[in-house]
Nanobody, 120 residues
Framework: QVRIVESGGGLVQPGGSLRLSCVAS????????MAWYRQAPGKQRELVAR???????NYADSVKGRFTISRDDAKNTVYLQMNSLQPEDTAVYSC??????????????WGQGTQVTVSS
């Protein structure tokens, strides 16, 4: 079992920045694909950004150019740098870890989430 803990959420004004961090337990972090998802009230959960074990990146169109995902395998940590935040970015952001072989997810884990609120 992998324990995932997110931090860094909070209240920020429009145009501001936040950096989310996600720490995963265990010694297999480097082989996981890591991702950030978000869910706003009344909306479905959506993928925000993903970084594979090989470093490939994917972003939702709505955050391209504003958000950056990165990982530090030595620290078992994945980050989400969020710039130029807008009210529509308000959501609970959750960290996700997946062990993937080819296109098949073998097992995965979720964090509890951290609230990001963008408001003046």
């Amino acid at each position: 079992q992998v324990r995932i803990v997110e931090s860094g959420g909070g209240l920020v004004q429009p145009g501001g920045s936040l950096r989310l961090s996600c720490v995963a337990s265990g010694n297999l972090f480097s082989i996981y694909d890591m991702a950030w998802y978000r869910q706003a009230p009344g909306k479905q959960r959506e993928l925000v950004a993903r970084i594979t074990d090989g470093g490939d990146l994917n972003y939702a169109d709505s955050v391209k150019g504003r958000f950056t995902i990165s990982r530090d395998d030595a620290k078992n940590t994945v980050y989400l740098q969020m710039n130029s935040l807008q009210p529509e970015d308000t959501a609970v952001y959750s960290c996700y870890a997946a062990r993937r072989i080819g296109v098949t997810i073998i097992y995965d884990f979720w964090g509890q989430g951290t609230q990001v609120t963008v408001s003046s």
